[in-house]
T-cell receptor, first 111, second 113 residues
Framework: DADVTQTPRNRITKTGKRIMLECSQT?????MYWYRQDPGLGLRLIYY???????NKGEISDGYSVSRQAQAKFSLSLESAIPNQTALYFC??????????FGPGTRLTVT | GNSVTQMEGPVTLSEEAFLTINCTYT??????LFWYVQYPGEGLQLLLK???ADDKGSNKGFEATYRKETTSFHLEKGSVQVSDSAVYFC????????????WGAGTKLIIKP
């Protein structure tokens, strides 16, 4: 089984809808991350969490929120989806030394 | 602040060619340096890393040497294969940034048979 799983893998939604992306990990790491990947722009950090009680904004948090339900679970929500949030979303985990482990990604399309 | 600069892609090579993907960084002190690879349709995975100056990371025929004097961590492979076609990301982490990864923009590599 994969160490980091993401659901759904693909999602098409309409403008204005609320959507949640979920991430689970079995690596036992305290740190979890949500990234967005757009063509030609590399990875951009949306939110990160260093433990269950710690949530921090990344460089592009506007329009997104997160919830850390447990050490193993970190979900990302788009409160009111808009077309420019169409992207590939990755969840990652790490130990305190920084090496990150990624999920397979969720491809989100907002029409 | 901390930053990572990679050569722009795509880089297109023939099979068995020599590969270099340049990566330079800006950071004070001694960051750890990483190369990640993203194969089509997949998430990123660690390819290799180096944690101190002059360290050489290696994996799957790829190598990169941590050069403090030139603030570089260039990725090399002596003979590429079609299966190496992917996007390659250089990244650094520093203790004073809580070991968060600072990412380069990624370089797409295309290997033609």
């Amino acid at each position: 089984d994969a160490d980091v799983t993401q659901t759904p893998r693909n999602r098409i939604t309409k403008t204005g809808k609320r959507i949640m992306l979920e991430c689970s990990q079995t690596k036992g790491h305290d740190r979890m991350y949500w990234y967005r990947q757009d063509p030609g722009l590399g990875l951009r950090l949306i939110y990160y969490s260093f433990d269950v009680k710690d949530i921090n904004k990344g460089e592009i948090s506007d329009g997104y929120s997160v919830s850390r339900q447990a050490q193993a679970k970190f979900s990302l929500s788009l409160e009111s989806a808009i077309p420019n949030q169409t992207a590939l979303y990755f969840c990652a985990t790490s130990d305190f030394q920084g090496e990150q482990y990624f999920g397979p990604g969720t491809r989100l399309t907002v029409t | 602040g901390n930053s990572v600069t990679q050569m722009e892609g795509p880089v297109t090579l023939s099979e068995e060619a020599f590969l270099t993907i340049n990566c330079t960084y800006t950071a004070t002190g001694y960051p750890s340096l990483f190369w990640y690879v993203q194969y089509p349709g997949e998430g990123l995975q660690l390819l290799l890393k180096a944690t101190k100056a002059d360290d050489k990371g290696s994996n799957k025929g790829f190598e990169a040497t941590y050069r403090k004097e030139t603030t570089s961590f260039h990725l090399e492979k002596g003979s590429v294969q079609v299966s190496d076609s992917a996007v390659y990301f250089c990244a650094l982490s520093r203790m004073d940034s809580n070991y968060q990864l600072i990412w380069g923009a990624g370089t797409k590599l295309i290997i033609k048979p």
